[in-house]
């Protein structure tokens, strides 16, 4: 299911079906890599790292999908998908950002972060042009935030 290669029927005997991706994935025509999530070990109930959509967005955008595609396999809007994104940065894990935030958009952000900080959003996005979007923003200060506790 996280990975959307199996499909789970509603109803009182649900049954469980391959999706195309998961045909494609079994013979070998495309590769899916899972996200791990917490185990739970040492709690008294596991809990994921992250809500399992954000989990299926992140296992997409690993495996070389755009945004847009994403959001069009997944039906979901755009902002939606950047939204599970800026959660998987803000969680430690490994994401492209370059993909998301060309190198002179970034610059451009880091100078607003350091004249305005983080802890509004919007001066920050008033200072910069207009192609810049608030989950541009979002994006690098969630690096930021995990940069620091890195260290």
């Not at 499909?7 to 998961?22: A, H, N």
């Not at 970034?106 to 983080?118: C, F, L, N, P, S």
């Amino acid at each position: 299911c996280a990975a959307s290669c199996l499909r789970v029927s509603k109803g009182e005997y649900p049954t469980i079906s391959i999706t195309e991706l998961g045909e494609r994935v079994m013979r070998e025509q495309e590769r899916i890599q899972l996200a791990l999530t917490d185990d739970g070990l040492g709690k008294d109930e596991a809990e994921p790292l992250l809500p399992h959509t954000a989990l299926q967005t992140y296992t997409l955008f690993r495996n070389g999908h755009s945004v847009e595609d994403i959001a069009r396999q997944r039906e979901l809007v755009i902002n939606t998908i950047e939204g599970h994104l800026v959660e998987c940065i803000a969680s430690g894990l490994p994401v492209d950002l370059a993909k998301l935030v060309s190198d002179s958009d970034r610059a451009q952000i880091e100078k607003a972060i350091a004249e305005h900080g983080t802890e509004k959003l919007k001066p920050i996005r008033e200072s910069l042009p207009e192609s810049i979007t608030y989950n541009m923003i979002r994006f690098v200060v969630a690096r930021q935030r995990i940069m620091r506790t890195a260290k």
